[in-house]
């Protein structure tokens, strides 16, 4: 099960932080939460697909973990012994486990309720920070390794494979992707499911539901990745869109004792999720992925009680009336006092014919770890001059044969200069500026590009199956139209003075109570760091808002939903 040594990112070869032993001392401390159980005979404490499991510390013996794999059925993973503790960051939602533990006959387990395990880790803050590094090392051991997920059988470089593959992998869901082309494994796994080449590609879950070509929606439902807003739940706080500034509402949000529910329509981390590295965020030296930076956030939302719901869109805003109601796409409403927009950007588009043809089977907008293997030892394109651009080429040139870099106008003033040299200095990168994509070619998937270069007028054809589309983004505000005042080019405006003679915030819009952070507000600096900040001190003008409503409103006094936190 563990990797060789010679990959070192592993989580699974840290195994004093994935797999940690609590101290005596520390198990003595736990044992006022919780209550002592001696197993006479091999039992299943709980099993892959519950809900809302308890916490296990192994006081003697064994709890061995178990994964349930439709290729090779149940089987053993690990065991833990004395003083190490089961679980993984499902502990701290309503999704369901990955794994099946086992106490083998003799064990003495502690047994802390679920309903006590934010207590337990908020109480013994020492004990609470081992258990949530090894929570979030132990997701990543799953997802590197396609453990305890579902297998995903179909084309690599089709379009529906790459769509599910990278949101079930940003929504740190395990998926092993089986070209039956390939991979034989893929053959006889569709012979013994009954199913036909047409139907590809297809999900199959541990249990044998096999899911022809699934939406994002349908896979969330089906998987427990989704939770669903609370009906007849009135928020204190919906914050739209789970990108670092709405991660940072949340945290702040739920952390301060609002009843927080944050609405993504794809996966935490927005468009920082998908940058390979980022280098220049305060604290991580050696840098970090966005991917990861996402996670950490997303766990820490859920460590203080914020609802994160994925997979839902939404699609207008009745500001009419208070509480505020948000619509989403599947019919569903909910109603919050107030409301942080922190819906971010989408991604521009080449202006080339064919190209809406081609997004998803070679176009791509991000560079991660899912896309590094899709194109490993190819030749590709980037087209961009900002940071994302310049992290796209570098950390792709790692895997990659040769990195074509196109660039419109050249480097943007934006580019951050330790980028530019290490572009300008690397053997695999190609540097092209005043360059732009003319034709794509290809029958059902990319197959080639032709640019031309406006500083010499040549033309070039490059035989190519990706590109990396970086050209920047335009605000998600139309399901806004008609409640706030936007500029000219549809991003928030904020500043706003609030109804009376409250401090202004910079971070208000023209609607009392609803306030908008990061890349969606007009004049914000679109970098990750001034996103998290923004999303941060939005929280104080939220509570001086809801303070306000508490006197000034026909509604009852707000009664906060406090969850179990310091």
Not at 65 to 73: A, K, P, S, T
Not at 338 to 354: E, F, M, N, Q
Request: charge should be negative.
């Amino acid at each position: 099960m563990i990797a060789t040594p010679t990959d070192p990112t592993d989580p699974r070869l840290r195994q004093a932080q994935t797999f940690p032993v609590l101290s005596t001392e520390m198990a003595e401390r736990a044992m006022a939460y919780g209550r002592e159980e001696t197993v006479a005979q091999d039992v299943f404490v709980f099993e892959r697909g519950q809900r809302a499991i308890d916490f296990f510390l192994v006081l003697d013996g064994q709890l061995q973990m178990f994964v349930d794999d439709i290729r090779h059925g149940r089987r053993s993973a690990y065991t833990y012994h004395r003083g190490q503790f089961s679980g993984e960051q499902n502990l701290f939602t309503n999704r369901p486990m990955l794994l099946s533990g086992c106490a083998r006959a003799g064990s003495r387990l502690l047994r802390i309720a679920n309903r006590d395990f934010h207590a337990f880790l908020t109480g013994e803050p020492d004990i609470g920070e081992t258990i949530i590094r090894a929570y979030i090392l132990r997701r990543a051991g799953f997802v590197r390794h396609a453990e305890g997920g579902v297998v995903l059988v179909g084309n690599r470089h089709h379009a529906d494979v790459l769509r599910i593959q990278r949101f079930l992998t940003r929504n740190l869901y395990p998926v092993a992707v089986v070209d039956p082309v390939a991979d034989e494994t893929g053959s006889s796994l569709m012979a013994s499911m009954d199913v036909a080449a047409s139907a590809l590609p297809v999900v199959i879950t541990p249990d044998r539901h096999v899911l022809p070509s699934p939406s994002n929606a349908a896979l969330a439902n089906v998987l427990g990745i989704n939770e669903p807003p609370e009906a007849d739940v009135v928020y204190d706080v919906a914050v739209v869109g789970a990108g670092p500034a709405g991660l940072a509402a949340s945290v702040y949000g739920a952390s301060e004792g609002l009843n927080t529910i944050v609405l993504e329509t794809l996966a935490p981390g927005g468009q920082a999720g998908t940058s390979s590295k980022i280098e220049n965020y305060l604290g991580f030296p050696t840098g970090i992925s966005g991917q990861a930076l996402a996670a950490r956030a997303h766990i820490q939302a859920q460590k203080f009680g914020a609802r994160i719901s994925v997979s839902h869109e939404v699609t207008s805003l009745d500001c009419s009336t208070h509480p505020y109601r948000l619509i989403l796409d599947d019919a569903i409403s909910l109603r919050a006092r107030s409301i942080v927009i922190a819906t971010g950007a989408r991604y521009r588009k080449l202006d080339v014919a064919d190209y809406d043809r081609f997004e998803g089977q070679g176009i791509h907008y991000a560079a991660t770890a899912m896309e590094a293997q899709v194109c490993a030892d190819e030749t590709i394109i980037v087209v961009g001059g900002g940071n994302s651009a310049g992290q796209a080429a570098i950390f792709l040139s790692q895997t990659v044969k040769h990195v074509h870099m196109l660039m419109r106008s050249g480097i943007a003033s934006t580019m951050s200069d330790y980028l530019v040299q290490r572009i300008k200095s690397s053997p695999r990168i190609t540097l092209y500026q005043q360059a732009q994509i003319t034709a794509l070619h290809g029958d059902k998937s990319l197959e080639g590009a032709t640019w031309i270069d406006r500083t010499s007028g040549m033309t070039h054809e490059l035989a190519v199956t990706s590109i990396f589309v970086m050209i920047g983004a335009s605000p998600n505000t139309g399901w806004l139209e008609g409640c706030l005042d936007l500029d000219q080019h549809g991003f928030v405006k904020t500043g706003m003075a609030p109804s009376d003679d409250t401090p202004l915030s910079p971070y208000a819009t023209s609607k009392d109570g609803i306030f908008a952070v990061g890349d969606v507000r007009s004049g914000s600096v679109k970098r990750v760091a001034s996103a998290v900040g923004e999303g941060s001190v939005v929280i104080a003008a939220v509570h001086q808002y809801l303070e306000r409503q508490r006197h000034t409103d026909h509604e009852r006094p707000v009664a906060v939903s406090h969850p179990s936190v310091t």
